[in-house]
């Protein structure tokens, strides 16, 4: 089976509510994998600013990396999610990072909202 990378891709910096075009099952997979992946960035990024040990990240769920193509596509995953750094760097800092130290008001820029909002929309649509 032939699967073919997201027509707009996270490498490119877009923001990760742009849904892969056609929305089929495989690419939407690939994408809510990569999407997964940048959340666990921003913990680890969190964690760094405060000086905390990260709590392990293993990925993103199984069954998903198989819908999206398997193992052998966990380096585009990834290669993916990067495009999406900003967004859970923004996240970690306005968000995980005060919550961490217990300083400062927890809220949500326009870009770590796009993330949340994208990471709510796949746990819904793959139920995870």
Sequence with gaps: MTIL???????????????PEGGGEPEMAF???AVLSAFGHAY???????GREAVPYDGPPD???Q??????????????????????????????YPRLVGDGTPYLADDGRELMLAVQSCVDRFEL
């Design 31 to 33: 994408h809510c994998a």
């Design 5 to 19: 990378l997201p027509a707009q891709s996270g490498a490119t910096g877009g923001s990760p509510l742009n849904w």
């Design 63 to 65: 069954p998903l990396i």
């Design 67 to 96: 819908l999206a193509g398997g193992t052998s596509r966990l380096g585009e995953i990834a290669d993916h999610a990067i495009g999406f750094y900003d967004h859970a760097e923004s996240l970690a800092r306005t968000s995980f």
């Design 44 to 50: 680890d990024v969190a964690a760094d600013l405060s």
